[in-house]
């Protein structure tokens, strides 16, 4: 078992004494031998001076970076590689960077349990590392930004959970499996971006976090249930160009009014996926996504929500009871654009006034829309095939009007007409 500081440390501190080693020694004040010194000899003593305060000043501000006392305690596995199984708290330390390799060039491949167990760095740096990771260990440090970078890791449960003054997470180009609560009560108003990476989650992986803004970009993610469940300060949740799996409840009580964006995704989300969020703007496009019964229901604080061009299939009561929404969109321009639609879609929407339906075919269950009561405008694109039947609008506005092929119907006549 070995004590060691950064490589980089050790490289700088010898910088740093040759630097000093230049600098004249200075006689102490009880010395009677006063030497004549020139000019020329006190510019140079001025000049190392100079570069002495300048080592001092180097040193300082490296000890906030690495920290002085950045003691990393490796074990080796005698196979050339290692594990990290204990480090210092890095107190007044503002960048830390875990080593990927130890003092002997073994690789960093396992962290122990709690290594970094309330770390008070403000800034952590994952980099390069496989192999695993265990259980807890950034569990409640101070660390304000998180950066995770090119890892391969099987990573234990609550790794970074607790972490209530976290700012940023950035994970990027990683693959990454995580247990149980690996973000767990994660920040206060804090962003996260993921992108480029292959990650899975376990149960509660960032509920009840305090996470403002989440961008994930270009990934493939599987999560189980509870993913983001009981965030309830996001105001803005962007996927795009994604892969996605996730298990019941997996954005449940989401957001603040927030703004939720998917585009260019697929995967498919089991039940109750968004339900119960607090989404005002919805924009769903350009996706193959499977949804399960409840995806969006009981939305109270929806007002627009815009399905655009895709294939999608949506269980039963997807959008029950979102009856702050006052405009809904589906459809966009392409005619093989898919909606398999199951029974009460819409239903109990009570201020949806406008429903536009885009070009595609929509297979549609019973009461598609229906006790919508105030609504009132439908426009059905002349290039989509809708079946319904009398119950898709029952109970809407009786000045429902529904515009279709150059005809203008009402929800009974409508009805028959396609029937």
Known sequence: MEKFNSGRGNCLRYICFKMLSQVPFIMPKKCHIIPKISCEVKKKMKRKMVV??????????????????????????????CKITETGTFENVSELLIPSTNYSNEQVTELDDYTLFKCEAESVTISGLNGELHDSVLEYSECKNLVIDSC??????????????????????????????????????ATVNIS????????????YSGIKEITID?????????????????VSFTMKDSSCESKDYAFYKLGDKAAVSLAGC????????????EISDLSIDNCELEFGDSSFANNGKMEKAQIGNGKYTFGEYSFYKCDKAVEFTIGGEAENNEYE??????????DLTTLNLGAGRYTVGSSFFSNCKSLADIVINDKSDLEADEYTFYGASDELKISYQNQVYGADSFANMIE
């Open 152 to 189: 391969n890791l099987k990573i234990g449960s609550s790794f970074a959970s607790n972490l209530e003054n976290l700012e940023t997470l950035t994970i990027t180009d990683c693959e990454l499996e995580f247990d149980d609560y690996a973000f767990f009560k994660l920040g206060d108003d």
């Open 266 to 277: 697929t995967g498919a989300f089991d039940d109750g996926a968004f339900e119960y969020a």
């Open 52 to 81: 002495l305060m300048l080592t001092l000043g180097l040193l300082f501000c490296y000890s906030n970076v690495v920290s002085a006392s950045d003691d990393f305690v490796f074990e080796s596995n005698g196979d050339g590689t």
């Open 218 to 234: 270009s990934c493939d993610i599987n999560a189980n249930s509870s993913f983001f469940g009981n965030s309830e300060d996001i």
């Open 196 to 207: 480029n990476s292959t990650l899975s989650f376990g149960d509660a992986a960032f509920e």
């Open 341 to 350: 639609i199951d029974d009460s879609f819409g239903s109990y929407c009570t």
